[in-house]
């Protein structure tokens, strides 16, 4: 090889190495504000006056722009190219960002939470589309989305520390005024070394209203589970709003199929079966670990008496966890396959997360918290590296961003769903049990208080348990061929694209 050849090639591993680093650090941010904020809820509602009912909203307002419009994202970066795509989202992200960190009205901070899950809808899918356009499928791209996997796990696990942190020593304005920085540089990075490439012609129209339809089908089924929850499930509210989801999907699923010109979710694609699997096993495993960040959040504030950053702090074994699983992942998923992998980690998780079932107001870290909280997360670490190369490999390059927005998508709205239905079954099994231990007087009611609500926290933890064997089993469905979970190359396949723009 010449020397001319060397330095090429040099070049190129250079330059896949920075935009690697530009993709995980947007997807960080973009994972990061799905908790950051928790410890900080207490000093906003202090600061801009909310009651303890709309506080929810302001975690919701983000989760649901987020989740109901990753469809749409993931669509725009095949039709007007991934460098543009990304830049937009990074800009939408930052602005909101830095008028959630300026609010001084109730209102402000929830449309910025709204305009966050906008920017996050559009960032993420096109940080995937930009690692499955440019790294070849093997090792090289299973090593990529190892990094990858490891930021968005480690990012929803390290907002509890960095929010306890920035609350602590400065102020909750810093939760939001954080991503101000960070989304500059990526925009100035992005634009420096992150070259165009368009899937499709310009010409394909984007399926507004079928994103509407999905979007707000998806805010009222999770409405109407935390209405189940604060009003009762036979009340005339939950039963409209649940009424109001089920004719919105259908009605999505219908204009899909018959109406729509370019659909949004064109639904032959899930006659893929690893492709159907993976987002399934990935709703549930979303439904069943994101609500168990926030039970433990909950937990450790109210019940033991952690202070934010100490709270925060005792979440950093989980970040760790996550990312020795993922790298353990990416590295044996080409010889092992991603089915033993997306089956035994969901079934790790499911362990830690029924050990947590049975947490009082006396636990211990070290002795009840440390052990089951390492194990749900590299569980998940072990998983989502197999889950995103099985929904995005040998899927058509025009459809790279589709295929993995679809795979976000399931992740936050199993983690929307999954939050909203297991914080009204824990309100409902603390509101019983209080009742029962109150009535009893034999202890004091705040005595009381701490053990019904670690009761309702430790019953939502075992069917938290039982939603991540649910996973498992889902992805025991997945085919066993290619012997590498689809990873061989096919026509269809992803081409690597670098260093040509309009490439």
């Not at 010889?335 to 997306?342: E, N, Y």
């Amino acid at each position: 090889m010449t020397d001319h050849a060397t330095t090429e090639l040099e070049k190129i591993s250079r330059s896949k190495t920075l935009i690697l680093i530009i993709a995980c650090v947007a997807q960080f941010m973009v994972v990061l504000d799905l908790s950051i904020v928790n410890v900080a809820l207490p000093s906003i509602r202090v600061s801009l006056g909310f009651s303890s009912l709309d506080l929810q909203w302001i975690l919701n307002a983000y989760t649901l722009s987020f989740a109901g419009l990753l469809l749409l994202g993931g669509r725009l970066g095949d039709i007007f190219g991934r460098r543009k795509v990304f830049l937009i989202g990074l800009f939408i992200f930052g602005g909101a960002s830095l008028m959630g960190a300026m609010a001084n009205q109730q209102w402000e901070i929830i449309v910025a939470r709204v305009l966050q899950g906008v920017g996050a809808a559009v960032l993420s899918p096109s940080t995937l589309t930009i690692i499955t356009t440019t790294f070849s499928e093997g090792k090289e791209r299973a090593r990529a989305l190892g990094a990858w996997s490891a930021v968005a796990g480690a990012g929803g696990a390290a907002g509890a520390l960095f929010g306890g942190i920035l609350t602590s020593y400065l102020s909750w304005r810093w939760t939001f005024l954080i991503n101000v920085p960070i989304g500059i540089g990526e925009i100035l990075l992005a634009r420096l070394f992150l070259t165009e490439l368009r899937a499709q012609k310009r010409s394909t129209k984007l399926d507004i209203v079928g994103s509407l339809l999905v979007t707000l089908g998806l805010t009222a089924l999770v409405f109407g589970l935390v209405q189940g929850g604060n009003l009762g499930w036979g009340a005339t509210e939950t039963l409209l709003s649940f009424f109001s989801a089920a004719l919105l999907v259908v009605g999505f699923l219908y204009y899909e199929a018959r109406v729509a010109v370019d659909p949004i979710v064109p639904l032959g694609l899930f006659r893929l079966r690893a492709l159907s699997v993976a987002n399934g096993a990935m709703f549930m495993l979303g439904a069943s670990i994101f609500a168990s960040w926030y039970f433990l959040s909950l937990y450790m504030q109210e019940v033991l008496g952690y202070s934010p950053l100490r709270a925060g702090l005792a979440f950093v074994p989980q970040t760790l966890a996550i990312i020795v699983g993922a790298q353990i992942s990416s590295r044996i998923v080409t010889r092992v396959g991603v089915r033993p992998l997306i089956v035994v980690g969901p079934l790790i998780t499911a362990a830690g997360l029924l050990m947590l079932g049975g947490i009082t107001p006396g636990a211990s870290y070290w002795h009840t918290l440390f052990l089951p909280s390492v194990l749900i997360t590299l569980g998940m670490g072990l998983s989502f590296t197999p889950l995103a190369i099985s929904a995005t490999a040998g899927v058509d390059r025009h459809m790279a961003g589709l295929a993995s927005g679809l795979l976000n998508t399931s992740r936050q709205v199993g983690g929307a769903v999954g939050l909203a239905g297991l914080s009204s079954l824990a309100v409902a099994v603390s509101t019983n049990d209080f009742s029962v231990i109150a009535g009893a007087g034999h202890v004091s009611r705040h005595f009381a208080m701490l053990q019904s609500t670690s009761f309702g926290f430790g019953r939502a933890m075992v069917v938290s348990a039982a939603i991540a064997v649910a996973a498992s089993v889902i992805a025991a469905l997945m085919p066993s061929g290619p012997t590498r979970g689809g990873m061989d190359t096919e026509p269809g396949d992803l081409e690597v694209v670098l260093g040509f723009e309009g490439a």
